[in-house]
């Protein structure tokens, strides 16, 4: 191996532990595809503006969910709760339809939602930018639901933990 493919094999090594050590929300991230529920459990996902209501989500161009999402009009991004640990479950074992079999999911707004998730964000698909392995996908929101007083499913070190403790200090 040369010395520049040995670095980058270190950098990937550090870049996956240091990302590991970062504590994410777990959501499910869903679309319609031909009258079919399509969704993958994704930490990459960040609120992108609030004027326009606009979030972004990174999705692997191998997942399951890259081309419906891709051509989706409309998708929805659920916040999973504590409670919805078994969803995450569902989803990371079953796969296609089956991932929905846990859960009440309902298509309200033209995207599969989880009632009982902790929000329920559903966009309009606006922008897609292909960057690596991924996709980077830019959704306009076009309906907003949160429950009060949830706790995030959170997703750190390969485990779901729980971050609804106490603050260690208020800003
Ligand atoms: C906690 C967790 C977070 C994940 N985050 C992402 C993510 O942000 N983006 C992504 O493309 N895949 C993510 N994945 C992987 C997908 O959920 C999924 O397992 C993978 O794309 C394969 O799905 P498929 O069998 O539907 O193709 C994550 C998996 C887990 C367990």
Redesign the pocket.
Known sequence: MSDIETNQAAIRDSFRDAMRHVA?T?HAVTTLHDGERHG??????SSLSFDPPSLL????Q????HHPLTQAELFAVNVLGLENRDV?EQ??HA?GADRFMVGEWAETHGAPVLLGGQSALVCRRVDCHRFGT?TIVVGELVAARHRQNGAPLT?YDRSYIDISGAPVSTI
């Open positions: 994410s777990v993958i459990l994704a930490t990459a996902v989500v990174c999705i692997n191998a997942a399951s969910l995450a989803f990371a796969r991924h997703y």
